[in-house]
């Protein structure tokens, strides 16, 4: 990883440009990394690629950096949307994080029967986002849509994208989990047959599905019920897990290498 500060701006970004930085990232370059005019600070913005800059001046109330040459041309990652139940507040800014870190192109929350959290602070989501994209050298954001319910989400949902729905539930009813005779086959042999097209994981509360919510869920042509393995699973641990192996999978983690 670079040691040069990168920072996710709004402003637009071209060569020769010039960028006033907001007070925090201004205190950051100015009091916690002590920068000086002349050095060089990494910026994008999501739209234009990810540009040198050095600063300019050090005002009064805002850093100022003068925009150099890009560096790297704009990119996004696969098509992978992360629907989650929010669990508490610091499991949720794991799973946003981690999100991020994963290459999700929109985070979806989902209220479903069983979830017990609070609503969720845009600002601080927001926040979370744009740090974890500015460490992992991302050079887009992912969306973030308002929590909505589970119903409406299922009942507006584009049917050309697949949505892996993480079922933890076995067959036996009177059993508390799935187990090793869980109902849904594992998830790399599903995402490996469904391919490399728009897709999205949903992944459940604490306290998992409600039965109805899990026989709504199996009636939609576009859900695809996978397992997680034979053990239970925290909602973020499960969230790493199946964003993983949709990416080692479909996503952009396998090798590129040119064909001979």
């Not at 040069?4 to 950051?28: C, F, I, K, N, W």
């Not at 047959?193 to 009636?219: D, K, M, S, V």
């Amino acid at each position: 990883m670079s040691a040069t500060p990168r920072l996710y701006v709004e402003g637009a970004l071209e060569a020769g440009g010039r960028l006033e930085l907001d007070q925090a990232q201004s205190h950051y370059l100015a009091r916690v990394m002590r920068l000086r005019v002349g050095d060089v600070v990494r910026v994008f913005n999501g739209r234009d690629g990810e540009f040198d800059a050095e600063v300019a001046e050090f005002g009064k109330r805002a850093v100022v950096l003068s925009v150099a040459e890009r560096r790297r041309v704009q990119e996004s990652g696969p098509d992978l949307w992360l629907l989650f139940a929010p669990v508490k507040k610091s499991a949720t800014d794991l799973i946003v994080e981690k999100a991020v870190e994963l290459g999700v192109s929109r985070i979806v929350p989902v209220r479903t029967r069983w979830t017990n959290a609070p609503p969720l602070r845009a600002e601080r989501l927001q926040r979370i986002i744009v740090e974890a994209a500015e460490q992992t050298e991302r050079l887009d954001l992912p969306e973030v849509e308002t929590e909505a319910s589970l119903e409406n989400i299922l009942a507006g949902w584009d049917a050309s994208r697949v949505l892996f729905f993480c079922d933890e539930a076995g067959d036996e009813p009177d059993a508390p989990w799935g187990g090793r005779g869980v109902r849904a086959p594992d998830i790399a042999s599903v995402v490996a047959r469904e391919g490399t097209g728009p897709a999205a994981i949903l992944i459940g509360p604490e306290g998992g599905f409600a039965p109805e919510e899990r026989a709504a869920l199996r009636e939609n042509a576009f859900i695809r019920a996978v397992s997680l393995g034979p053990r239970v699973l925290r909602a973020e641990t499960a969230v790493i897990a199946a964003l993983s192996v949709w990416q080692a999978v479909a996503g952009d983690w396998p090798s590129k290498a040119p064909q001979n």
